[in-house]
């Protein structure tokens, strides 16, 4: 295989909500790193899936497909070579591949014949999943479809997951190669699903395959752009939809290539529970006589005690408290978009993080002013220019540095004041780490 014959386009997407209060719109589920690698080390999703990829495929090039709010997240978990594919604004998977291929043709420079192998960055499955990269791309190169699916040898008759039902898979066939797809079935009853996995159908794991030249035809179709620039710039141009129903149920030609082994959606806190190596996270304490699975993730500056519950899972964090049954996923999730906080309290940038201290959402009854706590790293540097309806305070508690306002610079060490007006240019930049309390009033009003 030429090192250059396949892409594999990694989507990290998703609204951070499903794993709340750990996740949130800024620090989506794929970033928690609640695994471990091989040596024992905390490891994110998204850390442990382009590990696997370069393992098992080290000649595929990678491009994550991501948004703006995700970059800060994913270059500071990630090093090495790969690409990104920003969208501008969330529609979907099949614009935002759709995008990601345009990435691929036209910034990265492939060939039209290229194979391009489009994965989740948030899946938890075994080494062998990846190894499937090869299988993919080989069926891709033979023209057996124009698409071509992975599926997942399901262990039970579930009715959370869409199914690939192959064509004619008689007792005895060979299921290792590409099969013909015969129809797709979107999350079935229990007895439908046991009717399926009978006639062989498979887990629809959102992994696809194709040429680059197949899916630019497809683009073609709604713009007419020949750059990725150009593209990015007519997003809305293309369909809001998912790639599932935008293109794998309207192509003439799909097949599919089964993958039987270890592979997890840990979307909910019940499957994410079952890979955690410890109980707890964080200053907790557990009674050992009276809590049965209970897993515990405390990244408050308190203790959080726990008595008297089974099969439960505890989570406090800056941006809320949550405490349910570990079946009660459906129960959660209407309460936690109620109670979610528009804006994370606590979020991880490349210069550093910060912490809302006070006055986080003023359409709960909040201050107008809000108070963030700081930690710039050494070396880092923040920069911009002022909201000309916002005035910021900074107050120096650690570390020292070199601060630029409207051109004048200043030396700063613990102890230090400094005032940023509306509408000033600003920058930011440490020597040694700096923890900074920051205070932003609007001043609208003052006008």
Known sequence: MHSDSVHVVLLSGGSGTRLWPLSNA??????????????????????????????????????????AAQVDAIQYQLSGEYELSLEPERRDTAPAIMLAAAHVAWSQGAADDATVVVMPIDTFAE??????????????????????????APTSPSSKFGYIVPTNVADGADV??????????????????????????????GVFAFRLGYLLDIVRQYSDASSYEELRDGYGELPKNSFD????????????????????????????????????????????ETVSDVHVVNECAIPVVVAGIEHAVVVATSDGILVAGKSADARVRDLVNQAALSAPMCERKQWGTYRVLDGADSSRGGSEAQTRELEVCAGERIQGVQDVHHATSWTVTSGSGEVTI??????????????????????LQTSCGMRIIEVRCDVSGDE
């Open 127 to 152: 080494p062998a999943y990846y190894q499937r990269v090869r299988g993919l791309d080989e069926a891709v190169r033979s023209r057996v479809a124009d698409l071509v699916l992975l599926g997942v």
């Open 26 to 67: 800024a620090r989506s589920k794929q970033f928690l790193k609640v695994l471990r690698d091989d040596e024992g080390k905390p490891e994110s999703m998204v850390q442990r899936t382009v590990r696997m990829v370069r393992e098992q495929c080290p000649e595929a090039r990678i491009t994550v497909a991501t948004s």
């Open 406 to 427: 409207d051109g004048a610079v200043q030396t700063l060490s613990a102890g230090d004041v400094v005032r940023i007006g509306p509408g000033v240019a600003f920058a």
């Open 176 to 205: 290792r190669g590409p099969l013909p797809v015969e129809r797709f079935v979107e999350k079935p009853t229990h007895e439908l699903a046991e009717d399926l996995i009978s006639k062989g159908a498979l887990w629809n794991c």
């Open 245 to 288: 129903y935008e293109v794998v149920e309207k192509a003439p030609s799909v097949a599919v290539i089964r993958y039987t082994g270890a592979w997890k959606d840990l979307g909910t806190w019940g499957a994410l529970c079952e890979e955690l190596d410890e109980l707890t996270a964080g200053d907790a304490w557990l009674d050992g």
